[in-house]
Protein backbone atom coordinates (compact mmCIF):
# COMPACT_ATOMS: atom_id res chain seq x y z
CA UNK A 1 0.00 0.00 0.00
CA UNK A 2 1.10 3.69 -0.19
CA UNK A 3 2.72 4.80 2.76
CA UNK A 4 1.04 8.17 3.07
CA UNK A 5 -2.38 7.91 4.82
CA UNK A 6 -4.40 10.34 2.39
CA UNK A 7 -4.00 8.31 -0.69
CA UNK A 8 -6.95 6.59 -1.67
CA UNK A 9 -5.77 5.38 -4.78
CA UNK A 10 -4.25 1.94 -3.18
CA UNK A 11 -5.07 -1.45 -5.32
CA UNK A 12 -3.15 -4.15 -3.89
CA UNK A 13 -1.71 -6.28 -7.11
CA UNK A 14 1.24 -8.13 -7.67
CA UNK A 15 3.07 -6.95 -10.73
CA UNK A 16 4.31 -9.57 -13.54
CA UNK A 17 8.16 -10.56 -13.31
CA UNK A 18 8.72 -10.25 -17.01
CA UNK A 19 8.99 -6.30 -18.23
CA UNK A 20 10.75 -7.11 -21.85
CA UNK A 21 11.43 -3.41 -23.39
CA UNK A 22 9.80 -2.41 -26.25
CA UNK A 23 7.65 -4.63 -28.88
CA UNK A 24 3.67 -5.81 -27.66
CA UNK A 25 3.83 -9.59 -26.89
CA UNK A 26 1.77 -11.02 -24.84
CA UNK A 27 3.87 -10.44 -21.38
CA UNK A 28 3.81 -6.99 -21.84
CA UNK A 29 -0.04 -6.42 -22.01
CA UNK A 30 -0.12 -8.19 -18.69
CA UNK A 31 2.45 -5.35 -17.50
CA UNK A 32 0.37 -2.71 -19.10
CA UNK A 33 -3.14 -4.16 -17.46
CA UNK A 34 -1.18 -4.00 -14.34
CA UNK A 35 0.09 -0.39 -14.61
CA UNK A 36 -3.41 0.44 -15.65
CA UNK A 37 -5.30 -1.34 -12.93
CA UNK A 38 -2.43 0.17 -10.07
CA UNK A 39 -4.43 3.41 -10.64
CA UNK A 40 -7.66 1.76 -11.25
CA UNK A 41 -8.11 1.67 -14.80
CA UNK A 42 -9.11 -1.45 -16.80
CA UNK A 43 -7.87 -1.48 -20.86
CA UNK A 44 -10.05 0.02 -23.26
CA UNK A 45 -8.36 0.80 -26.19
CA UNK A 46 -5.63 -1.03 -28.82
CA UNK A 47 -2.05 -0.51 -27.70
CA UNK A 48 -0.68 -0.29 -31.40
CA UNK A 49 2.41 1.92 -30.55
CA UNK A 50 5.73 0.43 -30.12
CA UNK A 51 8.62 2.50 -29.75
CA UNK A 52 9.46 3.84 -33.00
CA UNK A 53 5.72 4.79 -33.85
CA UNK A 54 5.62 6.54 -30.15
CA UNK A 55 9.03 8.85 -31.15
CA UNK A 56 7.32 9.39 -34.28
CA UNK A 57 4.56 10.67 -32.61
CA UNK A 58 5.69 12.85 -30.18
CA UNK A 59 8.72 14.20 -32.77
CA UNK A 60 5.91 14.93 -35.26
CA UNK A 61 3.81 16.76 -32.35
CA UNK A 62 7.00 19.16 -32.25
CA UNK A 63 8.12 19.15 -35.34
CA UNK A 64 11.35 21.23 -34.14
CA UNK A 65 13.31 22.28 -36.99
CA UNK A 66 10.25 23.46 -39.30
CA UNK A 67 8.65 25.20 -36.39
CA UNK A 68 11.78 27.20 -35.68
CA UNK A 69 12.41 27.86 -39.25
CA UNK A 70 8.79 29.07 -39.28
CA UNK A 71 8.78 31.43 -36.37
CA UNK A 72 12.02 32.66 -36.53
CA UNK A 73 10.16 36.32 -37.33
CA UNK A 74 9.62 36.39 -33.86
CA UNK A 75 13.23 35.72 -32.52
CA UNK A 76 14.85 38.09 -34.88
CA UNK A 77 12.45 41.14 -33.65
CA UNK A 78 13.33 40.50 -30.46
CA UNK A 79 16.85 39.47 -29.36
CA UNK A 80 18.34 38.85 -32.74
CA UNK A 81 20.49 36.44 -33.77
CA UNK A 82 22.23 36.36 -30.94
CA UNK A 83 18.80 35.70 -28.70
CA UNK A 84 17.79 32.83 -31.08
CA UNK A 85 21.30 31.14 -30.82
CA UNK A 86 21.45 30.88 -26.84
CA UNK A 87 17.83 31.35 -26.60
CA UNK A 88 17.74 28.19 -27.89
CA UNK A 89 20.42 26.45 -26.19
CA UNK A 90 18.42 27.55 -22.79
CA UNK A 91 14.84 26.50 -23.86
CA UNK A 92 16.24 23.13 -24.88
CA UNK A 93 17.92 22.36 -21.58
CA UNK A 94 14.74 23.56 -19.85
CA UNK A 95 12.54 21.29 -21.97
CA UNK A 96 14.31 18.61 -21.37
CA UNK A 97 14.56 19.20 -17.43
CA UNK A 98 10.78 19.28 -17.61
CA UNK A 99 10.53 16.04 -19.44
CA UNK A 100 12.65 13.97 -17.18
CA UNK A 101 9.79 14.71 -14.38
CA UNK A 102 7.10 14.47 -16.55
CA UNK A 103 8.60 11.32 -17.80
CA UNK A 104 8.81 9.85 -14.41
CA UNK A 105 5.45 10.69 -13.45
CA UNK A 106 4.50 8.69 -17.27
CA UNK A 107 6.16 5.86 -15.80
CA UNK A 108 4.99 6.09 -12.57
CA UNK A 109 1.16 6.33 -13.38
CA UNK A 110 0.67 5.73 -17.21
CA UNK A 111 -2.59 6.98 -17.49
CA UNK A 112 -4.12 9.00 -20.90
CA UNK A 113 -5.26 11.47 -18.66
CA UNK A 114 -1.95 12.43 -17.73
CA UNK A 115 -1.46 15.46 -16.07
CA UNK A 116 -5.22 15.45 -13.95
CA UNK A 117 -5.02 12.00 -13.63
CA UNK A 118 -1.13 12.37 -11.59
CA UNK A 119 -2.59 15.72 -9.71
CA UNK A 120 -5.58 13.83 -8.13
CA UNK A 121 -3.25 10.94 -7.21
CA UNK A 122 -0.59 13.16 -5.59
CA UNK A 123 -2.16 16.25 -4.31
CA UNK A 124 -3.32 16.19 -0.50
CA UNK A 125 -7.13 15.02 0.23
CA UNK A 126 -8.27 18.29 0.53
CA UNK A 127 -7.39 19.84 -2.60
CA UNK A 128 -7.49 16.90 -4.63
CA UNK A 129 -10.71 17.22 -6.46
CA UNK A 130 -10.24 20.86 -7.18
CA UNK A 131 -6.51 20.78 -8.22
CA UNK A 132 -7.17 17.98 -10.49
CA UNK A 133 -10.51 19.54 -12.41
CA UNK A 134 -8.52 22.49 -12.90
CA UNK A 135 -5.76 20.78 -14.28
CA UNK A 136 -8.17 18.73 -16.25
CA UNK A 137 -9.39 21.71 -17.57
CA UNK A 138 -6.41 23.56 -18.65
CA UNK A 139 -5.01 20.26 -20.30
CA UNK A 140 -8.01 21.09 -22.69
CA UNK A 141 -7.23 24.40 -23.22
CA UNK A 142 -3.58 23.20 -24.19
CA UNK A 143 -4.83 20.63 -26.23
CA UNK A 144 -7.56 22.74 -28.22
CA UNK A 145 -5.10 25.28 -28.92
CA UNK A 146 -1.80 23.41 -29.97
CA UNK A 147 -3.46 21.59 -33.06
CA UNK A 148 -4.78 24.95 -34.10
CA UNK A 149 -1.36 26.67 -33.73
CA UNK A 150 -0.07 23.82 -36.18
CA UNK A 151 -2.65 23.92 -38.61
CA UNK A 152 -2.59 27.97 -38.57
CA UNK A 153 1.17 27.82 -39.42
CA UNK A 154 0.83 24.82 -42.19
CA UNK A 155 -2.83 26.78 -43.72
CA UNK A 156 -0.82 30.46 -43.75
CA UNK A 157 2.30 29.03 -45.34
CA UNK A 158 0.61 27.26 -47.96
CA UNK A 159 -1.25 31.35 -48.48
CA UNK A 160 1.98 32.77 -48.27
CA UNK A 161 3.74 30.25 -50.78
CA UNK A 162 0.87 30.84 -53.50
CA UNK A 163 1.34 34.60 -52.79
CA UNK A 164 5.34 33.88 -53.75
CA UNK A 165 4.38 32.11 -56.91
CA UNK A 166 1.71 34.29 -58.20
CA UNK A 167 2.10 37.95 -57.51
CA UNK A 168 -1.35 39.07 -58.49
CA UNK A 169 -2.79 36.77 -55.77
CA UNK A 170 -4.42 39.18 -52.53
CA UNK A 171 -4.13 37.05 -49.47
CA UNK A 172 -7.19 37.50 -46.95
CA UNK A 173 -7.71 36.24 -43.11
CA UNK A 174 -10.65 34.30 -44.35
CA UNK A 175 -9.16 31.87 -47.09
CA UNK A 176 -6.50 30.71 -44.23
CA UNK A 177 -9.62 29.87 -42.07
CA UNK A 178 -11.11 27.98 -45.09
CA UNK A 179 -7.71 25.76 -45.43
CA UNK A 180 -7.47 25.07 -41.74
CA UNK A 181 -11.00 23.85 -42.00
CA UNK A 182 -10.23 21.96 -45.16
CA UNK A 183 -7.05 20.41 -43.05
CA UNK A 184 -8.99 19.66 -40.06
CA UNK A 185 -11.68 17.36 -42.06
CA UNK A 186 -8.50 15.59 -43.12
CA UNK A 187 -7.41 15.30 -39.80
CA UNK A 188 -10.44 13.62 -38.79
CA UNK A 189 -10.62 11.27 -41.16
CA UNK A 190 -7.01 10.18 -40.13
CA UNK A 191 -8.10 9.98 -36.54
CA UNK A 192 -11.36 8.62 -36.82
CA UNK A 193 -12.61 5.97 -39.65
CA UNK A 194 -8.60 5.14 -40.59
CA UNK A 195 -6.93 5.50 -36.63
CA UNK A 196 -6.41 2.11 -37.25
CA UNK A 197 -3.36 2.77 -39.70
CA UNK A 198 -2.35 5.66 -37.70
CA UNK A 199 0.76 4.38 -35.92
CA UNK A 200 1.90 3.66 -39.63
CA UNK A 201 1.28 7.27 -40.15
CA UNK A 202 3.43 7.93 -37.46
CA UNK A 203 6.46 6.49 -38.66
CA UNK A 204 6.32 7.84 -42.07
CA UNK A 205 5.99 11.06 -40.55
CA UNK A 206 9.05 10.67 -38.61
CA UNK A 207 10.96 9.48 -42.12
CA UNK A 208 9.72 12.65 -43.96
CA UNK A 209 11.05 14.79 -40.66
CA UNK A 210 14.23 13.91 -41.16
CA UNK A 211 15.00 13.09 -44.68
CA UNK A 212 13.00 16.89 -44.96
CA UNK A 213 15.47 18.47 -42.65
CA UNK A 214 18.64 17.41 -45.16
CA UNK A 215 16.65 18.59 -48.03
CA UNK A 216 16.73 21.81 -46.31
CA UNK A 217 19.98 22.15 -44.88
CA UNK A 218 22.03 20.81 -48.18
CA UNK A 219 20.88 23.23 -49.98
CA UNK A 220 21.74 25.99 -47.35
CA UNK A 221 25.15 25.06 -46.54
CA UNK A 222 26.08 24.36 -49.96
CA UNK A 223 24.45 26.96 -51.96
CA UNK A 224 23.80 29.84 -49.43
CA UNK A 225 26.29 33.00 -48.75
CA UNK A 226 28.61 32.55 -45.55
CA UNK A 227 27.94 35.19 -42.84
CA UNK A 228 30.49 36.32 -40.25
CA UNK A 229 30.29 35.03 -37.25
CA UNK A 230 30.20 37.65 -34.81
CA UNK A 231 27.30 38.92 -36.60
CA UNK A 232 25.01 35.37 -35.43
CA UNK A 233 26.70 35.01 -32.08
CA UNK A 234 27.15 38.77 -31.11
CA UNK A 235 24.56 40.43 -32.54
CA UNK A 236 21.15 41.27 -30.76
CA UNK A 237 17.96 43.03 -31.65
CA UNK A 238 14.96 45.03 -29.64
CA UNK A 239 12.96 45.74 -32.50
CA UNK A 240 10.16 45.54 -30.22
CA UNK A 241 10.75 48.57 -28.22
CA UNK A 242 11.57 46.98 -25.13
CA UNK A 243 14.53 49.25 -24.17
CA UNK A 244 16.14 46.07 -22.67
CA UNK A 245 18.04 43.47 -24.94
CA UNK A 246 17.32 40.83 -21.83
CA UNK A 247 13.76 41.48 -21.69
CA UNK A 248 13.07 41.50 -25.47
CA UNK A 249 15.34 38.33 -25.91
CA UNK A 250 13.11 36.35 -23.30
CA UNK A 251 9.75 37.95 -25.37
CA UNK A 252 11.49 36.63 -28.58
CA UNK A 253 11.78 33.05 -27.07
CA UNK A 254 7.56 32.42 -27.48
CA UNK A 255 8.58 30.48 -30.85
CA UNK A 256 11.48 28.70 -30.37
CA UNK A 257 9.82 27.45 -26.76
CA UNK A 258 6.40 26.52 -29.27
CA UNK A 259 8.63 24.47 -31.61
CA UNK A 260 8.96 22.40 -28.27
CA UNK A 261 5.95 21.93 -26.94
CA UNK A 262 3.16 18.92 -27.20
CA UNK A 263 6.23 16.57 -26.11
CA UNK A 264 3.13 15.22 -23.54
CA UNK A 265 1.44 13.77 -26.46
CA UNK A 266 2.78 10.94 -25.79
CA UNK A 267 1.59 10.80 -22.71
CA UNK A 268 -1.74 11.20 -23.18
CA UNK A 269 -1.24 7.89 -25.72
CA UNK A 270 -0.16 5.91 -23.06
CA UNK A 271 -3.04 3.40 -23.22
CA UNK A 272 -2.69 2.93 -26.66
CA UNK A 273 1.24 2.11 -26.25
CA UNK A 274 2.67 -1.25 -25.02
CA UNK A 275 5.27 -1.35 -21.94
CA UNK A 276 4.04 2.14 -21.62
CA UNK A 277 5.58 3.08 -18.35
CA UNK A 278 9.06 2.79 -20.34
CA UNK A 279 8.70 3.78 -23.65
CA UNK A 280 6.39 6.57 -22.96
CA UNK A 281 9.46 8.12 -20.97
CA UNK A 282 12.34 7.32 -23.18
CA UNK A 283 10.25 8.02 -26.60
CA UNK A 284 9.52 11.84 -24.93
CA UNK A 285 13.43 12.24 -24.49
CA UNK A 286 14.29 10.44 -27.40
CA UNK A 287 12.36 12.50 -29.47
CA UNK A 288 13.64 16.05 -27.65
CA UNK A 289 17.11 14.73 -28.60
CA UNK A 290 16.26 14.58 -32.08
CA UNK A 291 14.37 17.53 -32.50
CA UNK A 292 17.14 19.65 -30.21
CA UNK A 293 19.52 18.44 -32.29
CA UNK A 294 18.14 19.21 -36.36
CA UNK A 295 16.20 22.26 -34.85
CA UNK A 296 19.73 23.81 -33.45
CA UNK A 297 21.74 23.22 -36.75
CA UNK A 298 18.74 24.70 -38.79
CA UNK A 299 18.98 27.75 -37.14
CA UNK A 300 22.79 27.96 -37.05
CA UNK A 301 22.33 27.13 -40.83
CA UNK A 302 20.05 29.47 -41.42
CA UNK A 303 21.38 32.73 -39.58
CA UNK A 304 24.42 31.79 -41.41
CA UNK A 305 22.82 31.36 -45.02
CA UNK A 306 20.07 34.06 -44.45
CA UNK A 307 22.27 37.21 -46.00
CA UNK A 308 21.33 40.78 -44.23
CA UNK A 309 19.31 39.81 -41.04
CA UNK A 310 17.94 43.56 -40.89
CA UNK A 311 16.55 44.03 -44.05
CA UNK A 312 14.65 40.35 -42.97
CA UNK A 313 13.62 41.87 -39.74
CA UNK A 314 12.51 45.39 -41.72
CA UNK A 315 10.34 43.67 -44.27
CA UNK A 316 6.95 43.40 -44.19
CA UNK A 317 6.83 39.45 -45.33
CA UNK A 318 4.70 37.59 -42.76
CA UNK A 319 7.22 34.26 -42.63
CA UNK A 320 10.59 35.66 -43.24
CA UNK A 321 12.01 32.26 -43.59
CA UNK A 322 10.90 31.87 -47.37
CA UNK A 323 12.58 34.45 -48.89
CA UNK A 324 15.72 33.69 -46.63
CA UNK A 325 15.22 29.87 -48.47
CA UNK A 326 14.96 31.96 -51.72
CA UNK A 327 17.97 34.53 -50.99
CA UNK A 328 20.11 30.60 -49.82
CA UNK A 329 19.13 28.51 -52.91
CA UNK A 330 19.02 30.94 -55.58
CA UNK A 331 15.48 29.69 -56.54
CA UNK A 332 12.53 30.63 -55.90
CA UNK A 333 10.62 27.13 -57.06
CA UNK A 334 12.94 25.64 -54.54
CA UNK A 335 11.95 27.82 -51.56
CA UNK A 336 8.23 27.49 -52.76
CA UNK A 337 8.81 23.36 -52.68
CA UNK A 338 10.68 23.46 -49.37
CA UNK A 339 7.86 26.01 -47.75
CA UNK A 340 4.99 23.54 -49.05
CA UNK A 341 6.50 20.43 -47.32
CA UNK A 342 7.14 21.91 -44.26
CA UNK A 343 3.46 22.99 -43.93
CA UNK A 344 2.46 19.86 -44.90
CA UNK A 345 4.51 18.50 -41.76
CA UNK A 346 2.83 21.02 -39.67
CA UNK A 347 -0.69 19.66 -40.67
CA UNK A 348 1.01 16.57 -39.50
CA UNK A 349 2.00 17.88 -36.31
CA UNK A 350 -2.11 19.02 -35.97
CA UNK A 351 -2.41 15.56 -37.14
CA UNK A 352 -0.76 14.22 -34.19
CA UNK A 353 -2.27 16.99 -31.61
CA UNK A 354 -5.57 15.88 -32.28
CA UNK A 355 -5.17 12.43 -31.65
CA UNK A 356 -3.56 13.15 -28.38
CA UNK A 357 -6.39 16.12 -27.64
CA UNK A 358 -9.12 13.61 -28.01
CA UNK A 359 -7.55 10.92 -25.93
CA UNK A 360 -7.22 13.67 -22.96
CA UNK A 361 -10.72 14.57 -23.34
CA UNK A 362 -11.88 11.23 -23.85
CA UNK A 363 -9.92 10.56 -20.40
CA UNK A 364 -11.20 13.23 -18.47
CA UNK A 365 -14.60 12.47 -19.78
CA UNK A 366 -14.97 8.80 -18.68
CA UNK A 367 -14.36 11.01 -14.60
CA UNK A 368 -17.58 12.46 -15.74
CA UNK A 369 -15.88 15.78 -15.29
CA UNK A 370 -17.09 17.64 -18.09
CA UNK A 371 -20.69 18.79 -19.80
CA UNK A 372 -21.86 15.85 -21.56
CA UNK A 373 -19.78 13.40 -20.66
CA UNK A 374 -21.64 10.31 -21.41
CA UNK A 375 -21.21 10.97 -25.22
CA UNK A 376 -18.22 12.37 -25.13
CA UNK A 377 -16.47 9.39 -23.61
CA UNK A 378 -18.15 6.48 -26.27
CA UNK A 379 -15.44 4.57 -28.54
CA UNK A 380 -16.24 3.47 -31.54
CA UNK A 381 -16.17 -0.50 -31.28
CA UNK A 382 -14.87 -1.19 -34.78
CA UNK A 383 -12.00 1.33 -34.66
CA UNK A 384 -11.39 1.41 -30.53
CA UNK A 385 -10.90 5.43 -31.28
CA UNK A 386 -12.84 7.84 -29.09
CA UNK A 387 -14.58 9.19 -32.19
CA UNK A 388 -16.71 11.98 -29.96
CA UNK A 389 -13.95 13.23 -27.98
CA UNK A 390 -12.46 13.73 -31.66
CA UNK A 391 -14.94 15.30 -32.79
CA UNK A 392 -14.73 17.82 -29.93
CA UNK A 393 -11.19 18.64 -30.41
CA UNK A 394 -11.79 19.62 -34.36
CA UNK A 395 -14.73 21.73 -34.08
CA UNK A 396 -12.93 23.58 -30.92
CA UNK A 397 -10.47 23.92 -33.07
CA UNK A 398 -12.11 25.15 -35.85
CA UNK A 399 -14.14 27.72 -33.88
CA UNK A 400 -10.46 28.56 -32.63
CA UNK A 401 -9.75 29.67 -36.09
CA UNK A 402 -12.15 32.32 -36.55
CA UNK A 403 -9.69 34.54 -34.55
CA UNK A 404 -7.81 34.54 -37.71
CA UNK A 405 -10.58 36.59 -39.20
CA UNK A 406 -10.53 39.58 -36.73
CA UNK A 407 -6.57 39.64 -35.84
CA UNK A 408 -3.76 40.36 -37.56
CA UNK A 409 -1.77 38.58 -34.74
CA UNK A 410 -3.51 35.42 -34.36
CA UNK A 411 -0.28 33.65 -34.68
CA UNK A 412 1.01 35.32 -31.50
CA UNK A 413 -2.15 35.01 -29.69
CA UNK A 414 -2.25 31.36 -30.59
CA UNK A 415 1.18 30.36 -29.80
CA UNK A 416 0.82 32.39 -26.33
CA UNK A 417 -2.61 30.46 -25.27
CA UNK A 418 -0.45 27.49 -25.95
CA UNK A 419 2.19 28.09 -23.78
CA UNK A 420 0.13 29.48 -21.00
CA UNK A 421 -1.89 26.31 -20.62
CA UNK A 422 0.64 23.63 -21.35
CA UNK A 423 2.92 25.24 -18.61
CA UNK A 424 0.84 25.66 -16.07
CA UNK A 425 -0.50 22.37 -16.24
CA UNK A 426 3.50 20.94 -16.19
CA UNK A 427 3.80 23.64 -13.01
CA UNK A 428 1.16 21.89 -11.35
CA UNK A 429 1.74 18.60 -11.72
CA UNK A 430 5.65 19.00 -11.18
CA UNK A 431 5.03 21.03 -8.28
CA UNK A 432 2.79 18.23 -6.35
CA UNK A 433 5.70 15.47 -7.33
CA UNK A 434 8.48 17.67 -5.53
CA UNK A 435 5.43 18.13 -2.71
CA UNK A 436 5.80 13.71 -2.47
CA UNK A 437 9.06 13.74 -3.33
CA UNK A 438 10.12 15.75 -0.10
CA UNK A 439 7.94 14.43 2.10
CA UNK A 440 9.34 10.81 1.09
CA UNK A 441 6.02 9.41 0.32
CA UNK A 442 7.36 7.53 -2.73
CA UNK A 443 8.34 3.91 -2.40
CA UNK A 444 10.61 2.18 -4.41
CA UNK A 445 8.43 -0.06 -7.57
CA UNK A 446 7.04 -3.10 -6.72
CA UNK A 447 6.81 -2.23 -2.77
CA UNK A 448 3.28 -2.55 -1.74
CA UNK A 449 1.73 -2.38 -5.69
CA UNK A 450 0.31 1.29 -4.73
CA UNK A 451 0.16 4.45 -6.95
CA UNK A 452 2.94 6.34 -4.96
CA UNK A 453 5.81 4.05 -6.47
CA UNK A 454 8.41 4.71 -8.71
CA UNK A 455 8.47 3.50 -12.09
CA UNK A 456 11.40 2.15 -14.25
CA UNK A 457 12.31 5.59 -15.41
CA UNK A 458 13.34 7.81 -12.44
CA UNK A 459 16.36 10.29 -11.27
CA UNK A 460 17.36 8.87 -7.84
CA UNK A 461 18.55 11.18 -5.01
CA UNK A 462 19.44 14.82 -4.71
CA UNK A 463 19.71 15.38 -8.45
CA UNK A 464 16.16 14.15 -9.15
CA UNK A 465 15.04 16.77 -6.56
CA UNK A 466 17.27 19.13 -8.08
CA UNK A 467 15.64 18.65 -11.63
CA UNK A 468 12.29 19.08 -10.28
CA UNK A 469 12.96 22.29 -8.92
CA UNK A 470 14.69 23.89 -11.88
CA UNK A 471 11.50 22.74 -14.07
CA UNK A 472 9.22 24.32 -12.01
CA UNK A 473 10.83 27.54 -11.96
CA UNK A 474 11.66 27.12 -15.96
CA UNK A 475 7.43 26.32 -16.56
CA UNK A 476 6.78 29.46 -14.44
CA UNK A 477 9.04 31.73 -15.96
CA UNK A 478 7.94 30.30 -19.85
CA UNK A 479 4.32 31.12 -18.18
CA UNK A 480 4.99 34.73 -17.70
CA UNK A 481 6.34 35.37 -21.18
CA UNK A 482 4.18 33.75 -22.90
CA UNK A 483 1.66 36.28 -22.46
CA UNK A 484 3.61 39.40 -23.61
CA UNK A 485 2.80 41.12 -27.31
CA UNK A 486 5.61 40.98 -29.83
CA UNK A 487 6.15 45.00 -29.16
CA UNK A 488 5.84 47.43 -26.59
CA UNK A 489 2.58 49.43 -26.47
CA UNK A 490 0.46 47.43 -29.17
CA UNK A 491 -2.01 48.89 -30.66
CA UNK A 492 -5.50 47.57 -29.71
CA UNK A 493 -5.70 45.16 -33.31
CA UNK A 494 -1.98 44.07 -31.97
CA UNK A 495 -2.99 43.15 -28.36
CA UNK A 496 -2.26 40.05 -27.14
CA UNK A 497 -5.61 38.81 -26.16
CA UNK A 498 -4.18 35.39 -25.01
CA UNK A 499 -4.49 35.91 -21.24
CA UNK A 500 -7.71 36.76 -21.27
CA UNK A 501 -8.79 33.71 -23.65
CA UNK A 502 -6.96 31.57 -20.90
CA UNK A 503 -8.24 33.35 -17.82
CA UNK A 504 -11.77 33.53 -18.84
CA UNK A 505 -12.03 29.60 -20.28
CA UNK A 506 -10.11 28.62 -16.88
CA UNK A 507 -12.69 30.80 -14.45
CA UNK A 508 -15.56 29.15 -16.52
CA UNK A 509 -14.14 25.80 -15.44
CA UNK A 510 -14.20 27.03 -11.97
CA UNK A 511 -17.70 28.35 -11.86
CA UNK A 512 -18.41 24.98 -13.44
CA UNK A 513 -16.75 23.21 -11.07
CA UNK A 514 -18.36 25.12 -7.76
CA UNK A 515 -21.55 24.88 -8.99
CA UNK A 516 -21.65 21.36 -10.48
CA UNK A 517 -18.77 19.46 -10.44
CA UNK A 518 -17.70 19.17 -6.96
CA UNK A 519 -20.85 17.45 -5.88
CA UNK A 520 -20.23 14.46 -8.66
CA UNK A 521 -16.46 14.62 -10.30
CA UNK A 522 -14.35 12.76 -7.46
CA UNK A 523 -11.32 12.59 -9.44
CA UNK A 524 -10.45 9.37 -11.57
CA UNK A 525 -12.98 6.97 -11.03
CA UNK A 526 -11.85 3.22 -10.27
CA UNK A 527 -12.67 1.06 -12.88
CA UNK A 528 -11.95 -2.16 -11.22
Request: overall charge positive; hydrophobic content about 50%; proline content about 4%.
Amino acid sequence: MARNSDVEHSIELRAPTNRDSGTPSKATFSNDAYELARVGKKEVLKRRFGLTSTVGFACSLMLTWEAVIMNIGLGLTNGGPAGLVYGFLGVWAGIISVFISMGELASMMPSAGGQYHWVSILAPRSARKFLSHVTGSVCIIAWTAAPTAAIYLAASVLQSTIAMNIPSYDPKGWHITLIMWAILLVCTVLNTWLGMILPVIEVLILLVHVLGFFAVLVPLVYLGPKADPRSIFTVSFDYGGWGDLTLATFIGLKGTVAAFVGTDGAVHMAEEVANSSRVVPRSMLLALMINGATGFAILIAFLFTAGDLLKIVESSASYPFMYMLASSTGNKGAAVVLSSMMAILQACAGLAGISSGSRMLWSFSREQAIPGWRWVRQVNQRTLVPFHSTLVVVVAAGLLSLINIGSAVVLNIILSLVLEAFFASYMISLTLLLYRRLRGDLTEPGQGGGVLNWGPFRVKGWLGTANNIFAIAYSIIMMFFGCWPPENHPAPKNINYSIVIFAGVTLISIIYYVGWARKHYQGPLAEL
